[in-house]
C-alpha cells in the first residue's frame, strides 16, 4: 500500500491550482494523477507540426477575467499575450459582429430600419446594456419584437440547436445569457478587464505551476482503477462526480464535440478568429489559431467543432447541461460527497458546472483557503 498526503485526481486547471498552493503553502507531499497521456485537461495546447501554429486539442481557450486576484496568481507561471477576442457569425451570408450589438443591426438591416431599432433598443433598455436574447423576446413593442425573433432565429436557435441538441429555452437561462445582446458599439466577445492567452500556451503555464519538488505526477492512470492502492489524509477529485459514486444515481449527461483540425496551404483562412454558423453546417464554429498568438506563419490551421452527445467510452465530457432536472440529479451526487470526511470535488466535472476557467481557478483558491483555515492553530 502506497501512502502520500495528499491526491490531487486530475491534472487540469482545478488540479494544478489546488496542487500548487498545497505544496507552495502547506509544505506538504501531493501526488497528481490523471488518465490522461498529458497533463492540462481542457487546455491542453500544442504547436501543430506542418503549420507551427500553437493549437488547443480540446477546443478554443480565451482567458479573461475581471478577478485580480486569479489573473495576479496566474501570471506567476506566465507571460501574457494581450488578446482581445472577436467573433462573428455568418447571417444571411454577412460577417456579423457577435455578440449582436449595434454594428451588427446595420449588417443585416437597410440604414433606416437600423436607425428605429437602434433608438427603440437604446430607449428601452439603454446604452451599453447587456440583454439577454430570453428577455429581449418578451419585449412589447412591436418593433422590438420583430427584432428579437429575428436575431432568435437568425444567432440563436440553429447553433443552440446543433450545440446542445435543445432549443435556447430548454436550457437555464444562463447558458444563451453567455452570448446577450449588447447596447453598444464594443465589438469585443467578452468585456472583462483582462483577457489573454498564455505566452508559450496553457500546458506551458500549467507545468510551470506544478513544478515543485513537493509534487509528482502520474500520468496514464484511472484513479478509479488504483485507489485501493493508495492511502492518503486528503483527497482532491476533480473528475465526474458521478462517476465517482459508481453512477449510483445515474448518469449526469453532457454534451461533447467531434473536433477536426484542418490544414491548408495558405495564409489566411478566414478572416477573424472565430466564425459561428449558426445557419450553415454540421460545425457550430471554425477558429483560426494564428490570430491567438499573432503568429504569422506560411501556412495555417483551422478547428471545426461538431457537436455530439457524450458517451461513456466514445468522446470526452465537453459541458455540463445546465438544466433543473441536472441540477436536481447533481444534487444527489453533492449530499453524498458533502458526507466524505477529507475528500474535497471541484472544477467543470465535479461541480457540474459550466464554469470558465478563471472560475475554476478561483473555485481553487477559495477552496485552498477553507483548507488551510482548518490546518490553523488557534491562536
Ligand atoms: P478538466 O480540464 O476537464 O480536467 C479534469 C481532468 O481530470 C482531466 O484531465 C481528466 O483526464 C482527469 N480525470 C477525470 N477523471 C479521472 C480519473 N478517474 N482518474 C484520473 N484522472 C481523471 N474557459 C474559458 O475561460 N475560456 C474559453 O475560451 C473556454 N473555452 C472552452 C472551450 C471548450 C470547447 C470547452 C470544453 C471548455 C472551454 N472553457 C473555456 C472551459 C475550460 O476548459 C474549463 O473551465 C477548465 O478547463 C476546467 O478545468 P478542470 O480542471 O475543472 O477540468
Ligand atoms: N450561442 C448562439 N450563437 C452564437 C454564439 C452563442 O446560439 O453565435 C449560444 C449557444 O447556445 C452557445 C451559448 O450561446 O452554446 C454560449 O456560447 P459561448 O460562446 O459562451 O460557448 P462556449 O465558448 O462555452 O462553447
Not at 444571411?92 to 449595434?102: A, C, K, R, S, Y
Not at 412589447?140 to 432549443?167: C, H, M, P, R, S
Not at 476557467?357 to 483555515?373: C, H, K, P, S, Y
Amino acid at each position: 500500500m502506497m501512502y502520500v498526503k495528499n491526491v490531487v485526481v486530475g491534472c487540469g486547471l482545478s488540479g494544478a491550482v489546488i496542487a500548487e498552493r498545497i505544496a507552495s503553502q502547506l509544505n506538504e507531499s501531493v501526488l497528481i494523477i490523471d488518465r490522461r497521456s498529458h497533463i492540462g485537461g481542457n487546455v491542453y495546447d500544442y504547436e501543430d507540426q506542418s503549420s507551427g501554429v500553437m493549437v488547443h486539442k480540446y477546443g478554443p481557450h480565451v482567458f479573461h477575467t475581471n478577478n485580480k486576484l486569479v489573473w495576479d496568481y496566474l501570471s506567476q507561471f506566465t507571460e501574457w499575450h494581450y488578446f482581445m477576442y472577436r467573433v462573428k457569425a455568418i447571417i444571411d451570408g454577412n460577417e456579423v459582429n457577435i455578440p449582436f450589438n449595434l454594428d451588427s443591426l446595420y449588417k443585416v438591416f437597410p440604414k433606416s430600419i437600423a436607425e428605429k431599432l437602434e433608438f427603440k433598443l437604446i430607449d428601452e433598455f439603454g446604452f451599453n446594456k447587456k440583454v439577454p436574447i430570453l428577455d429581449l423576446n418578451k419585449s412589447n413593442d412591436d418593433d422590438l419584437k420583430f427584432l428579437a425573433n429575428f436575431i432568435y432565429e437568425k444567432v440563436f436557435l440553429g447553433y443552440t440547436v446543433k450545440q446542445w441538441g435543445v432549443k435556447p429555452e430548454d436550457l437555464d437561462k444562463s447558458v444563451s445569457s453567455r452570448v446577450p445582446i449588447y447596447i453598444s458599439k464594443d465589438n469585443r466577445y467578452f468585456q472583462d478587464k483582462y483577457q489573454a492567452i498564455p505566452l508559450h500556451g496553457y500546458t506551458k503555464m500549467v507545468e510551470k505551476a506544478i513544478e515543485h519538488p513537493l509534487i509528482s505526477v502520474k500520468l496514464n492512470t484511472d484513479f478509479l482503477n488504483i485507489k485501493k492502492s493508495i492511502q492518503y489524509d486528503r483527497l482532491f477529485f476533480t473528475g465526474p462526480i458521478d462517476e465517482f459514486f459508481d453512477y449510483e444515481f445515474g448518469k449526469l449527461p453532457y454534451r461533447s464535440l467531434d473536433i477536426k483540425f484542418v490544414n491548408y496551404d495558405k495564409e489566411y483562412f478566414q478572416s477573424c478568429p472565430q466564425l459561428n454558423y449558426p445557419e450553415n453546417y454540421d460545425f457550430t464554429r471554425s477558429v483560426e489559431y494564428k490570430y491567438y498568438l499573432d503568429q504569422y506563419t506560411e501556412r495555417t490551421i483551422v478547428s471545426f467543432e461538431y457537436p455530439r452527445p457524450f458517451e461513456i467510452g466514445i468522446n470526452e465530457r465537453y459541458y455540463p447541461i445546465p438544466n433543473d432536472i441536472n441540477q436536481q440529479l447533481y444534487r444527489k451526487y453533492y449530499d453524498k460527497a458533502t458526507n466524505l470526511k477529507n475528500t474535497y470535488f471541484l472544477g467543470r466535472l465535479a461541480d457540474y458546472k459550466y464554469y470558465n476557467m478563471d472560475q475554476v481557478v478561483e473555485r481553487a483558491l477559495i477552496l485552498f483557503n477553507t483548507i488551510e483555515g482548518e490546518n490553523k492553530c488557534p491562536d
